[in-house]
């Protein structure tokens, strides 16, 4: 087991794809999903968030099967079904039979999925601007699904859509995603799992119905000025889910995680650790 303080990258098979993640901590496990911009990453989204929450739980942020490092098999298709099982099977891959789920836009959507599909496996979940009931198409969404890589083009996409201070986009962090976006395959994945028919990268949605089967104790986390996600959803599916709380953060855009990033460890951390 690694130690707190330690974040290790690793590689794993699951469901005979090559799944890099990192890991950090002991204790219960948290399961880090990330969303699906371009270049993006479990090192990108959760660099500042994984070792705080290391000091009280055993850490596990893959990069999820057509982002990252993982691998994108020529004949995988990319739906919100395929995620999902892949998650599904990295956990089996790790023996884990039940974790909290902490999941950013689409990661939040994966952890709906999952408490849908095995309720008994999903302990607590933190959605942080996850799309849900009441989502609508925005400039924010438009513009990722947009992107042609150069290094311009991160910088302005991330600044522009992702924080409301963009001195917080440090340029360490545009080259991150940045290269991450022209690494071997992934823009020509990223372009394909939602704009080819033959992908389903953009059917995301849920009905009000199966929100309020989900029971899962749930935190959801928004930035007040998100112009990916907009506040609007998790304020409906805090009146779908049964057990959901909202914590919305002011002068905040879609990155909660980053633009106030202490502040979210801790909220996080604390609401984890209540169960």
Partial sequence: MTTSTTVISKRIEAAGI??????????????????????????????????????????????????????????????LRTWTDHVWAFLDAHD?????????????????????DSPERISRMVLMGSPGVGMTPTDGLAALRAYEPSHDAM????????????????????????????ANGAFEAYSAMFSDPRHRGSELGITADEVRAITTPALLVHGREDRVVPLAVSQTMLGLLPNADLHVFSHCGHWTQIERAEEFSALVADYLWRS
Avoid: C, K
């Fill in 18 to 79: 090559t799944t890099a993640y990192l890991e950090a901590g002991s204790g219960d496990p948290v399961v880090m999903l990330h969303g699906s911009g371009p270049g993006v990453s479990a090192t990108a989204n959760w660099q500042y968030n994984i070792p705080s929450l290391a000091a009280r739980f055993h850490v596990l942020a893959p990069d999820i099967v057509g982002f990252g490092e993982t691998s994108r098999p020529d004949d995988v298709v990319y739906s």
């Fill in 96 to 116: 884990i039979g039940r974790t909290a789920v902490v999941g950013n836009s689409l990661g939040g959507r994966i952890a709906l999925q999952m408490a849908t």
């Fill in 155 to 182: 910088r302005s996409l991330l600044r522009t859509y992702f924080a409301v201070d963009p001195a917080l986009i440090t340029e360490e962090l545009v080259a991150i995603r940045y290269q991450a976006s022209i």
